[in-house]
């Protein structure tokens, strides 16, 4: 999501690594690629304009020691920055009353609903809560709809009454949640924009009735310049508590993100990075940093993994790899669990030096491992147990059961044997992860 | 005849037939030029002659406008040499450079057609197509309420978010369409029975729409190219216009955005939406520079008559009409 911005960036610092000092002459042509780097990705100008002061500054003024190379102190300087712009520490949800309320505001076709689905997920998977959902966007057609639509597909219950009046349907939600033992309300509301005084009015009346412990801005990452003035618009009205940058799976430079805090003091609290459900995840400034410099993202790979990979069953594959028992029947079970982690790539992104390894665009075919799910699942469990007695008429028949042609289920056997001794080395630390 | 001039003379000449549009473009373009012109204005208070100081701040602002970096440097280094040619130090008469400039950016000599091509032996198929949240199905809406005496066809291709096809449906009602939806994950399926549907019914224009998809999204790109296939079987020469709808406040996405859809698909021109709410929508400008994509339609406002057709004479007209 942030490549381009990485990109830019790194090349700057490249060419100060040869250098023996920083002079205001050498490093010139660096300011001058990341102020464009920045403002490419949208990040509001006055920070840029501020980023690249402090950055010269602490640039010349900067000792280079021995230990260090110039480029590296450099990088150095310009991480820190952008971890202080991003804001430093990961602001987690109130979530201290009971219920606690969670008011979801924005304007139009910024991703409020889906969001609200997705935050509702959250709360019910990492911090075991019990939310309600409210739907409170009266003015789009089928709003309501699409929430309730959300809430069925996730088994969470949605509070509707109607397309009435906003105040009343969160008031009585308040008293359902009450009665009905929800700890957790998230309430849905119309977009709109931060100059209608109408609509503004209404999610203040909102406020004044209920009184919510979150007020969170969902805002597009993919928003130019005028960013902050809907988020100053918002937070002039309604005191705002943080803020979720959705859309962050497009290649969208991001610079909102890059704005926010700097300019406001709200912290984003989360980002949207995929189109599932689960695709909502914490915001951390230090790891997003690290992602924009290209310095790899492993703490939120683990996390992707942990939250969607059953514990127990990824142990017992960890023992028959180690065991050289793996089969494809395993195999099978663990290609399962990655279709999980959603888009392959998404995470291949995150690896340190992804850029450089040129694996930042890959792109993986889902059907290309649906093929081989669909070969695997053509094959009798016997024959996934023993792979070693699949001839010539059984690969023949499993061709023809899955659709594909004899040299797919060969290429598959083989990889799968190549796999299997990897597997071996590596459990055996004969080899090292390449990370 | 300067250029103010002109456009004073062609705007009011024109508005006595054309009143309604013209006060939406008014209303609707109220926000940018209260941020960016009256921004532009006191820029030439502040400085009376040309400075590099002047040209630094000017730089800045059309910058937050979101006109795009390459294209603002490409300016920039267009206007300082015209300042050199022709001497040029008051900068209030630079101020009419500058809007002339931003003129040429946009109409770069060519003639613009904003017009939508028609389908002479049957239906005319509009194909809408974008990222998330921009507003392709309430666009669709508010273009079949401007082809009202028409018999419009709208045919629900958003099969992935929830609630959409009901979206579409209700629109269909409000706006007196046909309609054609169905359950089905499928959007290619969908699209091929409404066409055929659209046949049958004799419909004279037939809006597609599609769901929203990230154009970095490689299987989502190629579900579009497979739609377009679709299309093309069924009704050969179509899509007769595939529009690309855009949130004017998104910023150098945009580009991106342009770029990538006008590879897979024939993107025919962009709907504009959202205006109102923003103080920029200088991505016009970008879009134009960078992939020369021309503006059909802007969203100037919420009701159903505040989608116009893109006028770039009445936009800067609009935009300016303070300074001029």
């Known amino acids: 999501m942030f490549e381009y911005m990485g990109d830019r960036l790194s090349n700057a610092i490249k060419n100060i690594r ?18 464009m780097a920045l403002l ?11 980023f690249i002061a402090n950055i010269k500054e602490k640039a ?26 991003l804001g430093g520490d990961y602001v987690p949800l109130e979530t201290s009353k009971n219920p606690t309320i969670l008011m979801l505001v924005g304007l139009q076709g910024s991703g409020k609903t889906t969001t609200a689905g997705k935050l509702a997920n959250f709360l019910r998977k990492k911090q075991a809560k019990n939310p309600l959902l409210v739907a409170c966007d009266i003015y789009r057609p089928a709003a309501i709809l699409q929430l309730e639509t959300i809430g069925k597909s996730l088994g969470i219950e949605v509070f509707t009454e109607g397309k009435e009046n906003p105040v009343k349907i969160v008031k009585d939600a308040l008293a359902y949640a009450r009665e009905s033992k929800k700890d957790y309300i998230i309430i849905d509301t119309a977009g709109r924009l931060q100059i209608d005084e109408t609509l503004m009015q209404e999610l203040k009346d909102i406020t004044n009735e209920v009184n919510p412990q979150e007020t969170i801005l969902v805002i597009d990452a993919m928003m130019g310049q005028d960013a902050i003035h809907v988020i100053n618009g918002f937070n002039d009205a309604l005191s705002l508590t943080g803020t979720i940058l959705t859309k962050l799976d497009g290649n969208t430079k ?3 993100a890059l704005s926010v805090r700097h300019l406001t003091n709200i912290p984003i609290k989360f980002v949207g990075d995929s189109e599932k ?4 995840s914490e915001f951390y400034p230090e790891r997003m940093a690290n992602r924009i410099l290209d310095m790899g993202d492993i703490l939120s790979i683990v996390d992707k993994v942990e939250n969607v990979i059953d514990e127990k069953e990824a142990m017992d594959t960890a023992k028959k790899m180690k065991k050289g028992t793996f089969d494809l029947e395993d195999f099978l079970a663990t290609l399962k669990q990655i279709k999980k982690l959603g888009p392959l790539e998404n995470l291949l992104k995150m690896l340190p030096g992804a850029r450089k390894m040129g694996i930042q665009n890959v792109n993986i075919d889902p059907k290309d491992m649906a093929h081989v799910e669909a070969i695997i699942l053509s094959m009798t469990s016997y024959e996934r147990r023993h792979p070693d007695c699949l001839k010539a008429t059984r690969k023949q028949r499993i061709a023809r059961g899955s659709g594909r042609s004899v040299e797919e289920v060969n290429r598959l056997l083989k990889q799968f044997e190549e796999m299997k001794k990897m597997m071996k080395m590596v459990s055996s630390g004969n080899m090292k992860m390449p990370f | 005849m300067g250029l103010f001039d002109k456009l004073k003379n062609i705007v ?38 040309v400075s590099d100081d002047y040209f630094e701040e000017l730089e800045d602002l059309l910058i937050s406008a979101d006109i795009g970096v390459n294209t603002v440097f490409k300016f920039m280094d267009k206007l300082r040499d015209r300042v050199k040619k022709e001497n040029i130090v008051d900068t209030k008469y630079l101020m009419e450079v500058i809007v002339d400039e931003l003129f040429i950016i946009y109409v770069n000599n060519e003639s613009l057609s904003t017009k939508v091509h028609k389908n002479e032996n049957g239906p005319t198929i509009i194909l809408m197509v974008g990222v998330n949240g921009v507003g392709k199905t309430t666009t669709i809406a508010k273009l079949a309420h401007k082809y009202k005496n028409k018999k419009v066809l709208m045919i629900a291709g958003d099969t992935f978010r929830a609630g959409a096809v009901e979206q579409l449906k209700i629109w269909a009602e409000k706006t007196g369409s046909l309609f054609y939806g169905k359950d089905s994950v499928d959007p290619a399926g969908v699209i091929y029975d409404g066409l055929e549907f659209a046949k049958q019914e004799n419909a004279e224009i037939v809006f597609i729409d599609t769901a929203g998809r990230l154009q970095n999204k490689v299987n989502l790109m190629k579900e579009l190219e497979k739609i377009n296939k679709v299309i093309e079987r069924i009704i050969p020469g179509a899509p007769h216009e595939t529009l690309l709808v855009v949130d004017a406040s998104t910023g150098q996405n945009g580009i991106m955005q342009a770029k990538a859809f006008k590879e897979i698909t024939n993107i025919t ?15 016009v400008l970008a879009i134009k520079e960078e992939v020369d994509l021309p503006v059909k339609f802007i969203g100037l406002g919420e009701k159903m008559e505040d989608l116009q057709t893109f006028d770039i004479e009445e936009y800067i007209y609009g935009l300016f009409k303070d300074m001029i």
Do not use: H
């Open chain 1, 18 to 35: 040869g250098l023996g000092k920083i002079t205001e002459e050498n490093i010139s042509e660096a300011l001058r690629e990341i102020r």
């Open chain 1, 40 to 50: 490419e990705a949208d990040v509001n100008y006055v920070v840029v304009k501020e």
């Open chain 1, 60 to 85: 010349l003024g900067m000792d280079v020691g021995k230990s260090l190379k110039p480029d590296e102190l450099f990088l150095k300087i310009v991480k820190d920055e952008l971890i202080s712009l």
């Open chain 1, 254 to 256: 991001g610079g909102v």
């Open chain 1, 277 to 280: 459900l689960d695709g909502l």
């Open chain 2, 12 to 49: 009011v000449k024109t508005k006595e037939e054309n009143k309604e549009s013209i006060e939406s473009y008014d209303k609707g373009l109220q926000k940018t030029r209260d941020e960016f012109v009256s921004k532009l204005s006191l820029l030439g208070i502040k400085y009376t002659k």
């Open chain 2, 269 to 283: 021109g962009i709907v504009l939406t959202k205006l109102d709410g923003t103080a920029k929508g200088g991505i």
